[in-house]
């Protein structure tokens, strides 16, 4: 346990999957001593289905020193997207993967998110900074620190607390409980109950009241299935699934195709693993208050059907580290003062809430399309969508691509330029007036809206590979 009296500045870090782990990365790199606790016991364990690294993601991988090793484990995907109906025959087809690379320098990855987490546990710089089974009972601030209470009866000291811990966050609550004791009403009901929940990902087959998703690479697939909910829940009374509740869904799409040549069944049947889950979507209106400070899927959370979730946690955590590099710089040799920390907050959330909020009516968006949720909308997916160019949701997605962050004070290194240019490679343009659904339906609703699946819940699997081509965003 660190002692409070300690002069250095140190974070402590709840969590330790992906975010949790780009933190500790990212905050080694800035020289921010930290502690990372994870209420599991191994760093990889054998659970979730695939991530897909973006090249933005890419770009923060690069200044980590770990993108070849990302690289090694991942295909890269390169047989183009297919949209396909409900009898499993191809709508249309493009290369998208061609044109983001082309766009960007880098090609999409896609690859288990098991092994990707191995990557950032066997790459971190000190290990020892990762401590397993350590579940958070509660976070106790004053105004020299905070102190983080675990289950085991230990407790670890330090001046913030970094909340990565996921869509249903310890940290999250404790934080809420603190900021209504002191402001009452500061946290809003609504911000608690969350949005509906809504389910999505990448590459489609449409159905009603189902939708599939499926990425297939030499060696394995992976699969989503998309079933819309009856009713919406929010964290309170949200059911649990148990793998009998997987094996009923399963029977009950088993004979639907996923292609011309094959139907779900066949792939469930040779599956690693599969999970029923449920998925929320929301993007939380505060960020922080005190010395907590919330990143990834504990502040915002998004369908799944761009595959962006990943790296907009990556992104959240690049951006904090960035503005407490600075403020300790500025504050140096002292630590930073409660006032202090409250502005890199607040510079974090402002910077960060406006392009989360962007990506998440983005994704809701595309899900409604895609999951026919009125006449217009599958009208627009059926007589529209398939007549875009096919560079169309590549120079989409690469709006959105472009504009992401990376670490300011580690050097990218060799990088392949791209026919898009990088926002933060040029000097900033002024932005475009409107909201996302006025900008998108103005260029008549824009091809990125192919990606989208169906709202409700999220059925994922790993199996052996399948022979067929990759059905797509």
């Known amino acids: 346990m660190a002692s409070a009296a300690s002069e250095k500045f140190r974070a402590i870090i ?5 975010a949790g782990l780009v933190a500790s990365h990212t905050f080694s790199k800035a020289g921010i001593d930290h502690v ?96 397993f089974n350590k579940k958070v009972a509660d976070v106790v601030e004053n105004d020299d620190g905070v102190e983080v209470f675990l289950n085991d009866g230990t407790s670890e000291k330090g001046d ?57 690479q030499p060696k394995r697939c992976f699969y989503f299935v998309f079933q819309r909910v009856k009713e919406p829940w929010t964290r309170y009374n949200r059911p649990r699934y148990t793998q009998e509740d997987a094996e009923k869904m399963a029977a009950d799409v088993a004979d639907m195709p996923v292609s011309e040549t094959m139907v779900f069944g066949e792939l469930w049947r040779k599956r690693w693993r599969g999970a029923l889950v449920d998925i929320e979507e929301g993007v939380l209106n505060r960020w922080f208050y005190g010395r907590t400070v919330l990143v990834g899927d504990t502040a915002h959370k998004i369908t799944p059907n761009m595959a962006l979730g990943g790296n907009s946690g990556m992104e959240s955590v690049v951006v ?70 096919q560079r169309k949701l590549a120079n989409d997605l690469g709006e959105i691509i472009r504009k992401a962050p990376m670490l300011d004070f580690v050097p990218l290194g060799d990088w392949d330029e791209g026919l898009m ?47 067929m081509k990759l059905l797509t965003v």
């Open 160 to 216: 913030i607390v970094v909340g990565a811990d996921g869509v249903h966050s310890t940290v999250r609550e404790k934080m809420w409980e603190r900021a209504n004791r002191l402001e009452p009403g500061i946290i809003d009901v609504k911000e608690k109950k969350g949005e509906p929940q809504m389910k999505n990902e990448l590459s489609v087959v449409y159905n009603k009241g189902h939708s599939f998703l499926l990425g297939t």
């Open 421 to 467: 240019e990088w926002e933060d490679m040029k000097q900033e343009k002024e932005p475009k007036k409107g909201g996302v659904a006025k900008e998108l339906f103005r260029e008549l609703p824009i091809s990125a809206l192919w990606v989208a699946l169906l709202v409700g819940l999220l059925f994922w699997g790993l199996s052996r590979s399948a022979s």
């Open 320 to 389: 904090l580290t960035n503005l407490l590099h600075r403020t300790l710089a500025s504050n140096s040799p002292s630590k930073p003062s409660p006032d202090a920390l409250t502005q890199a907050f607040q510079a974090y959330q402002d910077q960060r809430l406006p392009r989360m909020r962007h990506i998440m009516e983005f994704s809701r968006l595309i899900t409604r399309t895609q999951a026919w949720d009125n006449w217009f909308l599958k009208m627009v997916s059926i007589w529209v969508l398939p007549y875009l160019p």
């Open 14 to 18: 709840v969590g330790g999957g992906v």
């Open 36 to 131: 990372v606790l994870e209420r599991g016991s191994e760093a990889a364990p054998p659970t979730g289905a695939s991530i897909a690294i973006y090249p933005h993601g890419a770009r923060i991988l690069q200044q980590l020193g770990i993108l070849e090793q990302t690289k090694a484990i991942a295909d890269p995907l390169e047989d183009g997207a297919t949209n396909r109906w409900p009898d499993g025959s191809p709508v249309q087809w493009s290369d998208l993967w061609r044109f983001v690379r082309e766009n960007h320098g880098t090609e999409l990855m896609l690859l288990e998110r098991r092994g990707y987490l191995e990557v950032l546990w066997q790459h971190l710089p000190d290990k020892s900074k990762v401590l």
